[in-house]
């Protein structure tokens, strides 16, 4: 007998954790060194928490035993409320935040809750692919509006505009961006949002990266600027910037006016509940995370170790001959071009796993961000710059003998 995947899985995949991870693995079980640049585990790279949010979980353990109210602990969406309210977003209470396993759980109850069969959805390319997936997973219909590279990395509003239809139901906002690294102009976020109260889309803004930003960059976040205006959804967490990827602690808060979806949000509520509730020790670390002293502060300043890791991968990779890349202001990623008149690539997996085999490097081809074209590829910059100078080095290596084919 043979049982068979859904097919809902048909068309869902998510290539950070792909196929080429899986060669890897399988190299690594041979006795091969690989260094995984694919997947933004802070840890993984020596990043560490903060003690004091670690004291606090730990303090806190024989009472986070049981289950907890099915939105999160009191304590955890006040610190998470406070914070909006400090921004200025007057609109942020406590019953409407919801803790959840990581943004990632969160963004697929935000998916369900909202899409019935054939109803659209507007994602960046490139994207976060979990949203497209969850997205078409719900059911729904992703239609990726284009990010200009040629503008930072911009949303193209012209076409995100030529892409609504009487089907759209909402936006994704991924800002600071994964992959591309791009902080939001707040021209850009306000057009988006003139489109979304135009169209009555539901606005989600993904801001997991939000402290992580260089130089003078400055996060806008969309719900500073939906007050009285149209309902906007954001989505943090502590995995990033506080360092406990693994404790899968993140949160969903809805603010602006929300008289037009109680009954979305009563969807949401029902979804929660069949979930039980989130990890109840990593929610003891978020009223500390967020209330305390901000030690990313001194990562992302020159003579950090996201500043200069920053700086060292990006002048590796923009001066290797037909590669352009993008200087991110935020987050943890590099996302370059490989020019197609120099680089004649026709499968970008292909290029991955070739170089994976080679140098012993596991990256992630530019097509599993869902964007159109096998021309790009992204990098993480979290090892040591000891360790990621040689990794670019053998980057550009292995495409001086690409050339040369």
């Known amino acids: 007998m043979q049982i068979r995947k859904s097919n809902k899985l048909a068309n869902i995949c998510y290539e950070i954790r792909g196929p080429v991870l899986k060669e890897a693995v399988r190299m690594e079980e041979e006795g091969q060194r690989i260094l995984k640049l694919n997947i933004g585990n802070p840890a993984a790279f020596g990043f560490e928490a903060p003690d004091e949010i670690l004291v606090d979980v730990i303090r806190n353990l024989p009472t986070s035993q049981g289950y907890c109210e099915s939105k999160g602990l009191y304590s955890a969406r006040k610190a998470v409320m406070q914070k909006y309210q400090a921004m200025g977003i007057k609109s942020a209470d406590v019953n409407h935040v919801w803790m ?163 009954d979305y949000i009563e969807g949401l509520d029902i979804l929660s509940s069949m979930r039980l509730c989130a990890n109840v020790p990593a929610q003891h670390a978020v009223q500390t995370a967020l209330g305390g002293y901000q030690s990313i502060n001194e990562l992302i300043i020159s003579g950090g170790r996201f500043y200069e890791q920053r700086k060292v991968a990006w002048e590796a990779l923009d001066s290797i001959p037909g590669v352009h890349c993008h200087k991110p202001e935020g987050a943890l990623y590099l996302f370059p071009r490989l020019d197609p008149k120099i680089y004649k690539i026709k499968n970008d997996m292909d290029l991955v796993l070739q170089f ?28 040591h710059t000891e360790e990621l100078t040689p990794a670019m080095e053998r980057f550009a290596a292995f495409l001086g003998r690409l050339r040369k084919r």
């Open 100 to 262: 959840g396993n990581g943004v990632s759980e969160l963004i697929v109850m935000a998916m369900q809750g909202l899409l019935n069969d054939g109803d659209e959805i507007l994602i960046p390319a490139p994207d976060y692919p979990l949203w497209t997936a969850a997205a078409t997973l719900s059911g729904g219909y992703v239609k990726h509006y284009l990010c200009d590279e040629g503008a930072g990395w911009q949303p193209d509003i012209n076409d995100i505009r030529s892409k609504i239809s009487n089907k759209t139901k909402a936006i994704v906002i991924i800002n600071p961006n994964n992959p591309t690294g791009a902080v939001y102009e707040k021209g850009i976020l306000e057009s988006i949002i003139n489109l979304a109260e135009e169209h009555n889309l539901l606005i989600f803004s993904d801001e997991i990266y939000d402290k992580i930003l260089y130089d003078d960059a400055q996060h806008i976040p969309t719900a500073t600027l939906t007050e009285g205006r149209a309902p906007c959804i954001t989505f943090g967490g502590l995995s990033k910037v506080y360092r406990t990827a693994g404790f899968r602690s993140g949160w969903m808060v809805i603010t602006g006016d929300r008289a037009g979806i109680s």
């Open 356 to 383: 994976l085999r080679e140098e012993k490097v596991l990256i992630v081809q530019g097509t599993g961000f869902n964007w159109p074209t096998p021309d790009h590829v992204r990098f993480v910059f979290l090892p």
